[in-house]
């Protein structure tokens, strides 16, 4: 059974400070690995997806690095923003492929404050 | 584009009572997923539906919870009877079913509080 695990729990950055979060995964047979960001009160909102076959993706200032081998990805963020601060889930989507996400295992979250 | 629209937001209900969890998803989207998110057990896919049909309700903890989708833009969840340690914010989630590749959108839960 795949089992997610994103360490620390919290973290607390002061602005403009470059970051990156971590994930690990058990199983390294994925499809993809998703990050996703969760605002209070909210639901997630998918920020980066990395297929299997590739190594990282980026978007802005985040970038999201895999490395399946090892069964780590880490999401790093460049020149942290106050309107960063939320937390972030790391998914691993395992197989067999039927449909889309049904086979996504989360994380627990980062809880990322950036102090103005 | 409205995003997954969940009702009710916030529902406060005594043990015993039934409790009905409303979602609408993103038009276009045909498969339709129940999350439960506590602090203990993080995110837990409860149910997912693909073409208004449930595929996989493993999930589902108990005969207390039963889910439906009559039809492509409505899902509900219901929980009869309802306990304490149903409490839990539920997240409806939709998107493009057989493209893995496919992001997952979330609606912005239901806070659910079992007394």
């Known amino acids: 059974k795949q089992e997610v695990t994103q360490i620390p729990a919290a973290l607390s950055v002061p602005e403009g400070e470059n970051l990156v979060l971590n994930c690990s995964f058990t199983?390294?047979?994925?499809?993809?690995l998703q990050w996703f960001r969760q605002d209070p009160g909210k639901g997630l909102t998918s920020l980066l997806l990395?297929?299997?076959?590739?190594r990282e993706q980026t978007s802005g200032r985040l970038n999201a690095s895999l490395d399946k081998s090892s069964g780590r990805s880490t999401l790093y963020i460049a020149a942290s923003q106050p309107g960063d601060s939320a937390t972030y889930l790391c998914?691993?989507?395992?197989?067999?492929?039927?449909?889309?996400?049904?086979?996504?295992?989360f994380g627990t979250g980062t809880r990322l404050t950036i102090i103005p | 584009d409205a995003g997954v629209i969940q009702s009710p937001r916030h529902e406060v209900t005594e043990m015993g009572q039934e409790v009905t969890l409303r979602c609408k998803p993103i038009?276009?989207?045909?498969?339709l997923f129940w999350y439960r998110q506590t602090m203990m057990r993080g995110l837990e896919l409860l149910i997912y539906?693909?073409?208004?049909?449930?595929?996989?309700d493993s999930g589902m903890p108990e005969d207390r919870f039963s889910a439906k989708m009559p039809n492509a833009s409505f899902s509900t969840l219901k929980i009869q009877p309802s306990e304490p340690r149903d409490s839990a914010v539920y997240f409806c989630?939709?998107?493009?079913?057989?493209?893995?590749?496919?992001?997952?959108?979330f609606g912005n839960g239901t806070r659910l509080t079992v007394t």
């Open positions: 539906f693909n073409n208004n049909v449930p595929i996989d």
């Open positions: 199983d390294s047979a994925i499809y993809n």
């Open positions: 998914a691993a989507r395992d197989g067999p492929h039927l449909f889309g996400n049904e086979k996504l295992t």
């Open positions: 990395i297929q299997s076959s590739q």
């Open positions: 989630a939709s998107t493009q079913g057989q493209d893995y590749n496919s992001p997952l959108h």
């Open positions: 038009s276009g989207h045909n498969s």
